[in-house]
């Protein structure tokens, strides 16, 4: 993940703990030893395997050639690395949150996840796929946080709503409203899922922002969208590194945080009396204790990471903390706990 964690400043700043779950052989198998969980946040990583999606294109004409992905290869060595076993856990906690409308925040690469997830498919490389005089430089390592694009964003989604007072005219006849996003990724959705509706299209056609608009209600808890942009990196050059492009830029971490809160106020079980027995933790194998003690470490990280979080001030993100560097194969799950309320025993986890 990113150098100074932007992200995950954020969701402690408006209430949440960040849980990492750590990339490691087996993790996929252990995730029910996570429930209940409120809430799912993926960001950036690798390619994802094509073969997971490459099915859901056949007949077009959309395959590199040997001499494209070597290419590809070369100049995105990094990114053009396969993780088999990240991809398994990510897309199994996606389809988790599709299934039971569990609040879904996917950025960057989370928001191919998800649209893969649900069956939709991606460019492999959208420099050598979507060619043509509205091209697009999505990804400039001379320029890499300075580096930003217009996209054109749609009236009645969640994002024109945040980002509504600071949208620019464009387009041949002015009327198109634009945002400028940053932009860090060498693929993009192919073809959306039929479950999500686009929020904001690049100039080239790819769509940069999507949601599904049957589950979007934060205040119920209904929260299911993928930004292929960073808002949490789009900061202004120069001074602290706190004041962001836009304001909207924090509004997706807020809304994504309240419905976090109100689908664990609206699932939370009640506790067992005082005095019930507790059922006894099932009998693990050697391997599978070991794997069990990695988890348990994500969560004390957690729990440290929210007790160093200063209070959230009204109105603006809280400051990043450090620039603490976790290994880019973590996926970041989110346990919320209000810092107003006093923690109840049900806390949050998502």
Not at 6 to 20: E, K, Q, R, S, T
Request: hydrophobic share 35%.
């Amino acid at each position: 993940m990113s150098s100074g964690e932007y992200h995950l400043d954020l969701i402690v700043g408006y209430g949440a703990v960040p849980v990492i779950v750590p990339r490691v052989a087996g993790v996929h198998a252990l995730l029910d030893s996570f429930e209940p969980i409120h809430g799912v946040l993926l960001c950036e990583g690798e390619d994802i395997d094509p073969s997971l999606y490459e099915s859901a294109d056949a007949g077009t004409d959309g395959s590199l050639s040997p001499e494209q992905l070597e290419a590809v290869r070369r100049l995105h060595p990094s990114d053009a690395v396969i993780d088999h076993e990240k991809d398994s856990i990510e897309l199994r906690l996606a389809r988790r949150c599709l299934e039971r409308n569990i609040p879904y925040l996917g950025i960057c690469r989370g928001s191919q996840v998800l649209n893969v997830a649900c069956g939709g498919s991606l460019y492999q490389d959208v420099e050598h796929e979507l060619v043509g005089p509205d091209a697009v430089q999505h990804i400039n390592y001379c320029d890499y946080d300075g580096h930003r694009h217009p996209v054109r964003v749609l009236p009645g989604t969640p994002l024109h709503e945040w980002f509504a007072g600071d949208l620019l005219a464009g387009g041949d006849d002015g009327a198109q409203q634009q945002l400028m996003v940053n932009s860090y990724h060498h693929q993009g959705v192919r073809r959306l899922a039929q479950r999500f509706a686009p929020m904001a299209f690049a100039t080239d056609g790819l769509v940069e922002a999507f949601y599904d608009p049957d589950t979007y209600s934060p205040g119920d808890g209904r929260f299911i969208m993928g930004l292929q942009f960073h808002p949490e990196r789009m900061r202004k050059p120069g001074g602290s590194g706190d004041e962001f492009d836009y304001p909207g830029c924090v509004r997706a971490y807020q809304e994504f945080v309240r419905a976090v809160v109100a689908y664990q106020e609206k699932t939370a079980v009640p506790h067992l009396p005082r005095g019930a027995p507790v059922p006894a933790p099932p009998k693990l194998s050697k391997e599978m204790e070991r794997r069990r003690k990695v988890i348990s470490r994500s969560f004390s990280l957690a729990k440290d990471m929210y007790l160093s979080a200063r209070p959230h001030q009204p109105g603006g993100a809280a400051r990043p903390r450090s620039r603490r560097r976790v290994p880019r194969g973590n996926i970041t799950q989110i346990r919320l706990r209000s810092h107003q309320a006093k923690p109840s025993p049900n806390r949050t986890r998502c």
